[in-house]
């Protein structure tokens, strides 16, 4: 029921950890079911040169944690202010239906990270 991108980012993911003095953090909780994630930005001349992530969750939660961190490096603050849940899910070649919302912590904690960064950096 998993496609091969999400069970190689589930078993393998990537960027996992925490960044010391990171220029941004965000934390969403899913109110379905409980799980959590955590991102963490290093942001330079407006550009996301690192994220890490921590995810309480579920598989799906972590594969999407995974791919969004992929997705946010090297992009500029705007340009990852406008990546969605359904891109991050469609990078992956799509989810379970029954999983779709897992998909909400990833692209949520990378806008809320951004945001934080924004209110430490205006
Ligand atoms: Fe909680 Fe997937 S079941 S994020």
Same mark, same amino acid.
């Given at each position: 029921? %998993? ?7 589930? $078993? =393998?993911?990537? =960027? #996992?950890? !925490? /960044?010391?003095?990171?220029?941004? #953090?965000?934390?969403?909780? &899913?109110? $379905? ?5 955590? +991102?963490?930005?290093?942001? !330079?001349? =407006?550009? /996301? ?12 939660? +972590?594969?999407? $944690? ?5 997705? @946010? +490096?090297?992009?500029?603050?705007? !340009?990852?202010? +406008?990546?969605? =849940?359904?891109? #991050? @899910? *469609? ?12 998909? &909400? ?6 806008? *809320?990270? /951004?945001?934080? %960064?924004? !209110?430490?950096? $205006?």
């Amino acid at each position: 029921m %998993y496609t091969d991108k999400v069970m190689d980012h589930f $078993s =393998n993911p990537r =960027n #996992v950890g !925490e /960044i010391d003095n990171a220029d941004g #953090v965000g934390e969403v909780g &899913n109110a $379905s079911c409980g799980d959590i994630m955590k +991102i963490f930005l290093k942001v !330079e001349d =407006n550009i /996301i040169k690192d994220v890490k992530f921590k995810t309480f969750g579920c598989g799906a939660a +972590i594969a999407t $944690s995974s791919m969004v961190t992929e997705m @946010a +490096i090297g992009k500029t603050i705007d !340009e990852a202010l +406008i990546l969605t =849940n359904e891109a #991050v @899910a *469609e990078a992956l070649d799509g989810l379970p239906p029954a999983k779709m919302h897992c998909s &909400n912590l990833a692209a949520d904690a990378l806008h *809320e990270a /951004i945001k934080d %960064y924004k !209110e430490q950096h $205006s």
